[in-house]
């Protein structure tokens, strides 16, 4: 699987909230958010942490309501490195349910894939909006 197509199907996962997204990952992959809010960790390592920090944010997510709508304006890049993509898009969201006004946040995450697993998951988002928007903690 190339690493574009290893993308589409992570995100199906993240689209869903489903923690199995988290398979995507290598046994010592690596997701680092460098502009999280605190107390949310930067550099987190290793599938079974990754999971540990996704399972109650996407049981959250799962119980208030949220949903991702769709992914706008999505552009992959592929760099000379082929094990290397950069991912630009922005997420399309409802926060908690019906009645509430969608959202729309923009990220740029970059990768690191081989032998079908993630590597390395860098993820660059507003914290900010983040964390007003979806009450992130």
């Not at 988290?22 to 999971?51: H, Q």
């Not at 509430?100 to 993820?123: C, G, S, T």
């Amino acid at each position: 699987m190339t690493p574009t197509e290893l993308f589409h199907r992570a995100h199906e996962r993240v689209r869903e909230y489903d923690i199995r997204f988290a398979d995507f990952f290598a046994d010592d992959g690596v997701l680092e958010l460098p502009f999280a809010p605190a107390p949310m960790p930067r550099r987190i390592v290793g599938r079974d942490a990754i999971r540990a920090l996704l399972q109650p944010r996407y049981d959250a997510a799962r119980a208030a309501g949220r949903r991702i709508i769709d992914y706008r304006y999505l552009v992959i890049h592929e760099t000379r490195d082929p094990e290397v993509i950069v991912a630009e898009f922005a997420v399309g969201g409802i926060p908690r349910g019906e009645g509430q006004e969608p959202y729309v946040l923009p990220f740029i995450q970059v990768y690191r894939i081989a032998n079908d697993r993630i590597l390395v998951q860098r993820d660059y988002f507003d914290s900010l909006v983040m964390a007003e928007r979806l009450r992130v903690s």
